[in-house]
């Protein structure tokens, strides 16, 4: 069973499209990270969610942290082609299972294509 | 700063071989992590590690092995190759407890073919 569950596994659109991608879980978490991965490069990270509700913008994109802790969306307006990438959301275990435990969980992420 | 640097980036093994692909960071981070990304399957944590001296075992750990002697350096061992094993493979380091305070670092990775 993935711990981690994104939507959609793939998605094309136009260049000054919006769109929104979720990561879902039955899980609650303490925090939830989005990265992004280019072709051929390893992942970035955009941003961290902690607070349930929470809501952070990185000039076109917006994070939203489940008011339940379980869930996040990454919305992009007017996306670019320089959005292109493997969008992932990513947790760490030890808000889940307590203790000492450093282990960094991933999606299996949403392959963005914006095309021009 | 470098930031997290590995080497080589492209290797192409035959079954049964080994090697050691290389991981260093400048940032004086204790943390440091390995992966593996396949197709369809994410990226996976393979062995980890929270300081010089202390590793531990992530999600797909068998085949591999790792050590930290230093702050700086983390190499993953295949001893015995396996196609199974043909993958992409991300170091990663930070400063504390990634996803909880602090941010992590990949490498560029290394894509590794075994025939």
């Known amino acids: 069973t993935q711990l981690l569950e994104q939507s959609p596994q793939f998605l094309s659109i136009q260049e000054g499209e919006n769109l929104t991608v979720y990561c879902n879980s039955s899980?609650?978490?303490?925090?939830l990270q989005w990265y992004r991965q280019e072709p051929g490069e390893g992942p970035v990270l955009l941003v961290t969610v902690v607070t349930g509700g929470e809501v952070k913008k990185l000039k076109r994109l917006t994070f939203q942290f489940g008011d339940a802790r379980k869930d996040s969306s990454l919305h992009i307006t007017a996306a670019q082609p320089g959005d292109t990438g493997l969008y992932l959301c990513a947790v760490n275990l030890r808000g889940k299972s307590g203790g000492s435990n450093y282990k960094l969980t991933f999606g299996k992420g949403t392959l963005l294509t914006v095309n021009p | 700063n470098a930031g997290v640097t590995q080497t080589p980036k492209f290797q192409v093994l035959k079954t049964g071989q080994s090697m050691t692909l290389q991981c260093a960071q400048d940032?004086?981070?204790?943390?440091m992590s390995w992966y593996r990304q396949d197709p369809g399957m994410g990226l996976r944590l393979i062995h980890y590690?929270?300081?010089?001296?202390?590793?531990d075992q992530g999600e797909v750990p068998n085949g591999y092995n790792v050590s930290r002697s230093t702050t700086e350096d983390f190499p993953l061992r295949l001893l015995s190759a396996a196609p199974s094993q043909t993958s992409v493979y991300f170091c990663?380091?930070?400063?504390?407890?990634?996803?909880?305070?602090?941010?992590?670092?990949f490498g560029p990775g290394t894509r590794l073919t075994v025939l």
């Open positions: 590690s929270v300081g010089a001296g202390i590793t």
């Open positions: 990663a380091s930070s400063k504390g407890l990634a996803g909880v305070t602090d941010t992590q670092y």
């Open positions: 940032m004086n981070h204790e943390y």
């Open positions: 899980s609650v978490f303490s925090s």
